[in-house]
């Protein structure tokens, strides 16, 4: 009898599955499909926001669920705190909405499940959930973070997102410009949230030349006050720009998109910017330098994670951000990797210490 192939002979059908634990069950009380997906937690406890959306089936939120969890252990990683990766979803189905007694129903699901691992996954706000959720989910478990300031915790981290995402883009204009400042810089901002909403308000403020679009026409307010130019989110990555932001959810970047961006840089809040794993190297070869999502949209879990130092101590590992992608962008042009080649190295340095 030939024997069984070894695992290093084996072929690769599906790629290596490297979380640590990922728990799907059904709301006790909601009926929802529940996933908490805890990638690493060599570093420390994984932190990473609870994301409620609507998936074609739990197979394709349990897919999200992987990714972002990935994403997390990088960004951790990189913002220097002790903390793994992790994430968790609230899978509905398309059209489904969570409002009234179901939401409440669905947030102690979440806190039965947060519980359930013991202190291995702390959640947080993400897509899709509030302060006031990580309230509920405070009702049966201690390792929830970011609840409401009048109940003893930080509030929402979305301002301090964008304050990392700002230091960013500052690094990433003095490479592509030589020069910081934003003034005259042409700027589309693709997702009007509240991370991207801030970020637009400040550079109008400091005199870019901005294009917003979200998929909410009623946001075209936002760009009225603002005296912003307004696309739809189809056609915004042709817009001529200096810079461009996509501020939304995960997975705009596709080929097709990379191959008709009109733009120098991607400098961007979003989760999983990249549709493909080799956006990186198709953007590199159009001379589009991008910074890499998991490292610049860090400002939220620093604000919420970084344990032990005062809020002007936690701002000011924010607006470092910037520093560290200029490490970045170093190692990336010294090695001749793309940024996200660069990145993760640094990423498997710290994980590897």
């Known amino acids: 009898m030939t024997p069984a192939p070894t695992l290093s002979e084996r072929p690769t059908v599906f790629p290596l599955f490297d979380h640590e634990q990922v728990n799907i069950s059904t709301g006790k009380r909601s009926g929802l499909t529940i996933i908490v997906a805890v990638h690493s937690t060599k570093l420390g406890p994984a932190l990473g926001g609870c994301r409620v959306w609507s998936y074609d089936s739990w197979g394709e939120a ?39 007694e179901l939401r409440r129903q669905a947030f102690l699901d979440l806190g039965d499940a947060v519980e359930a691992l013991g202190g291995s996954y702390l959640t947080a706000e993400d897509v899709g959930t509030t302060a ?37 883009l500052r690094e990433t204009l003095r490479r592509t410009h030589g020069t910081a400042e934003t003034a005259g810089r042409k700027i589309t901002i ?19 030349e901005l294009t917003l679009s979200d998929i909410n026409d009623a946001k075209q307010e936002l760009a009225r006050e603002l005296g912003a130019a307004w696309v ?22 596709s080929p097709r998109v990379i191959d008709e961006l009109d733009t120098r840089a991607v400098v961007g809040p979003a989760n ?15 001379g589009i330098l991008y910074a890499p999502d998991y490292l610049l949209n860090a400002g939220g879990v620093i604000y919420l994670g970084a344990e ?20 970045v962008f170093d190692e990336a042009e010294r090695s001749g990797v793309t940024t996200v080649a660069a990145a993760d190295t640094l990423v498997n340095a710290l994980l590897a210490k």
């Open 232 to 253: 739809s989110p189809a056609d915004a990555h042709r817009v001529p720009a200096d810079v461009f932001m996509p501020a939304g959810v995960g997975g705009m970047l």
């Open 272 to 286: 999983n910017q990249l549709a493909e794993a080799d956006g990186a190297e198709q953007l590199a070869a159009r």
């Open 308 to 327: 032990g130092d005062t809020i002007d101590e936690r701002i000011a590992r924010i607006d470092a951000i910037g520093e560290t992608l200029g490490s």
């Open 190 to 208: 693709v997702g009007l949230g509240q991370v991207g909403s801030a970020l637009a308000t400040r550079l109008a403020g400091e005199g870019a």
């Open 132 to 168: 006031a959720d990580m309230a509920v989910v405070a009702e049966l478990t201690a390792h929830a973070v970011g609840l409401p300031a009048d109940q003893g915790g930080l509030g929402d981290p979305g301002e301090y997102t964008a304050r990392g995402v700002y230091s960013a």
């Open 62 to 100: 349990a897919a999200d669920a992987l990714r972002l969890s990935r994403g997390m252990t990088s960004k951790n990683a990189l913002a220097g705190l002790p903390l793994g990766g992790g994430k968790s979803v609230i899978v509905l189905a398309p059209g489904q909405q969570l409002t009234g």
